[in-house]
């Protein structure tokens, strides 16, 4: 059984799943498309790529982290890592500085302007996230909460299982 980066173990496809649920799959799959096509220009959320992730592991660490560490925890390749955290030092929002208890090590610290920043950017996605919220009503906010929550438990059951989560291919993403 291969390992998919981010998604778990991957086993043989499922076996067969009733015509209704596949239909509903491909209306689900076209939706996903038809809302993708609303994000900004891939130049613009490109150069955003893995940052606030990052920046929510490291706020989350009970201190510094090495590079490798933060790679794991956000679910992304030492790549993906190199560069997003040389833009965010580029960008005051992080240093990185030699480990205190092996010189050879570096270890990431986030600055108080990326702790300023990163405040100021989850503030700004509750705002966003809120106002699609009370577009969509409070019921339908209810039930896409309960049905997301459900969702992550089958993902979750489906990891402990060894059974599929992602389609073939989806840690290759990005590489």
């Known amino acids: 059984m291969a390992e998919e980066k981010g998604c778990g173990p991957v086993a043989s496809p499922e076996g067969d799943v009733p015509a209704e649920y596949r239909l509903w799959a491909r209306e689900l799959l076209k ?9 900004p220009a891939p130049e613009i959320s490109q150069g955003m790529r893995g940052m606030p992730m990052v920046m929510r592991v490291l706020l989350d660490a009970d201190g510094p982290l090495s590079p490798g560490q933060i790679a794991r925890a956000a679910g992304v ?3 993906r890592i190199a560069n997003t955290l ?3 030092e580029q960008r005051g929002y992080i240093r990185r500085e030699p480990s205190e208890h092996d010189r050879r090590r570096v270890e990431v610290i986030v600055t108080e302007e990326g702790r ?3 405040s100021e950017h989850f503030d700004e996605l509750l705002d966003l996230v809120g106002g699609f919220l009370e577009e ?3 019921r339908d906010t209810r039930d896409l909460i309960r049905i997301l929550g459900h969702i992550g438990q089958v993902m979750e059951a489906r990891r402990r299982e060894g059974r599929q989560i992602c389609p073939p291919g989806a840690g290759d993403a990005g590489r």
């Not at 939706?31 to 994000?39: A, G, H, P």
Request: charged letters at 45%; glycine letters at 4%.
């Open 86 to 88: 040389r833009a965010l």
């Open 136 to 138: 969509l009503g409070e």
């Open 31 to 39: 939706l996903s498309v038809d809302m993708r096509r609303q994000r």
């Open 116 to 118: 300023r920043r990163a």
């Open 77 to 79: 390749t030492d790549a």
